[in-house]
């Protein structure tokens, strides 16, 4: 992952409706993820009611529940979470590259953009940098679900 964050124009996210699917595994990184993406998108103006969260067991569960929220119509985003760690084998790798293609297969199908807020790191000290330390993933998650909120509203004029 890159340390270079694009920038982002301020959106006014108080028309929009978000809907936010957060893994259970790893818990205390992913709710630091929620935590972050949550307190963005509530300081640019999204009302807590029209922010809706589901929780699922895993990152492999997460395209299910995004499916169903992009699915309903009445949200401007998904916002997919979850934290993969590696180990002594490349699962979190696999699961991270089914998890990502089955988002971007969401967003096209359904034509809801998906935030792919996955993390998937090598070591546990990387992931939390990432979602609970300096690097802020979470309010760049919630910008880029503002930012693209936006554009579907444009281009759907």
């Known amino acids: 992952m890159s340390l270079a964050s694009p920038k982002y124009s301020a959106v006014r996210g108080a028309a929009f409706s978000i809907g936010i699917v957060a893994a259970r595994f790893n818990e205390e990184l992913v709710d630091g ?4 993406v949550t307190r963005e998108l ?5 009302k ?3 922010i809706t969260t589901v929780r699922v067991p895993g990152s492999h569960e997460i395209p299910w529940a995004a499916q169903s929220l992009a699915a309903r119509g009445r949200r401007d985003c998904v916002i997919a979470l979850g934290v ?6 490349s699962h979190h790798e696999m699961v ?9 297969h969401i967003a096209i199908e359904t034509g ?5 807020g996955v993390i ?3 070591t546990s000290a990387q992931a939390a940098a990432r979602c609970t330390g ?24």
């Open 42 to 46: 509530r300081a640019a103006g999204v």
């Open 84 to 89: 993969l760690i590696g180990g002594d084998t």
């Open 48 to 50: 807590a009611a029209r």
């Open 134 to 157: 300096k690097i802020n993933r979470g309010a760049e998650f919630a910008r880029a679900a503002l930012a693209m909120a936006a554009l579907k509203k444009k281009l759907s004029r």
């Open 33 to 36: 993820l929620l935590d972050r």
């Open 112 to 116: 809801v953009p998906v935030i792919n």
């Open 96 to 104: 991270g590259q089914s998890v990502s293609h089955a988002l971007q």
């Open 120 to 122: 998937v790191a090598n």
